[in-house]
T-cell receptor, first 114, second 119 residues
Framework: DTGVSQNPRHKITKRGQNVTFRCDPI?????LYWYRQTLGQGPEFLTY????????KSRLLSDRFSAERPKGSFSTLEIQRTEQGDSAMYLC????????????FGEGSRLTVL | AQTVTQSQPEMSVQEAETVTLSCTYD???????LFWYKQPPSRQMILVIR??????QNATENRFSVNFQKAAKSFSLKISDSQLGDAAMYFC????????????????FGKGTKLSVIP
């Protein structure tokens, strides 16, 4: 399967714990995006990378959130000191630079904070 | 800031019939892109169709077509000959900033329309 892969698919954690999600994009894609989707809402942009450089971050990305893409391949999204409001589906997508809006999404990582 | 509004939370259509999903958006930009994405239950979101704002001709992809009204800031999706596999959440999305120097590649999504297809 050469699509976007996200792990874990589901994560249940207690408030205050740290969680990390991993995204493996399509191998030739140099852009990688993180979005968050809550129930009844469309995805909201969090951040994006071109190769290993994090070029844009949303104001939604508080200082408890950090994303990395160390070698321009896979990416991790870490949430520290989780809060119940962090419960959501975290979507990763990838694309080629200069490709107009055709993002290839993974199936998402669902976070539940108890 | 750009906003995208989908005023129909749910729609239903009889199999083989045609349905139109509505989307309006607000922007001060003149060059931008609009998209419809489909999110089937428990599956990943996929691009259905895209429209470039500078193109007057409405985009078409097989059974899917759009009605793009730039002045009205309206971008509706028409699905013809609906099939059971069309049942999904449909999201309208906007991408702008490329030509204004803002350089943003983020998509702004609407809240979605849940489409049910009745056999």
């Amino acid at each position: 399967d050469t699509g976007v892969s996200q792990n874990p698919r589901h994560k249940i954690t207690k408030r205050g714990q740290n969680v990390t999600f991993r995204c493996d994009p399509i191998s030739e894609h140099n852009r990688l995006y993180w979005y968050r989707q809550t129930l009844g809402q469309g995805p909201e942009f969090l951040t994006y990378f071109q190769n290993e450089a994090q070029l844009e971050k949303s104001r939604l990305l508080s200082d408890r959130f950090s994303a990395e893409r160390p070698k321009g391949s896979f990416s991790t999204l870490e949430i520290q000191r989780t809060e119940q409001g962090d419960s959501a589906m975290y979507l990763c997508a990838s694309s080629l630079a200069f490709q107009t809006g055709e993002l290839f999404f993974g199936e998402g990582s669902r976070l539940t904070v108890l | 800031a750009q906003t995208v509004t989908q005023s129909q939370p749910e729609m239903s259509v009889q199999e083989a019939e045609t349905v139109t999903l509505s989307c309006t958006y607000d922007t001060s930009e003149s060059d931008y892109y609009l998209f419809w994405y489909k999110q089937p239950p428990s599956r990943q979101m996929i691009l259905v169709i895209r429209q470039e704002a500078y193109k007057q001709q409405n985009a078409t992809e097989n059974r899917f077509s759009v009605n793009f009204q730039k002045a009205a800031k309206s971008f509706s999706l028409k699905i013809s000959d609906s099939q059971l596999g069309d049942a999904a959440m449909y999201f309208c999305a906007y991408e702008g900033g490329r030509y204004s120097g803002a350089g943003s590649y983020q998509l702004t999504f609407g809240k979605g329309t849940k489409l049910s297809v009745i056999p």
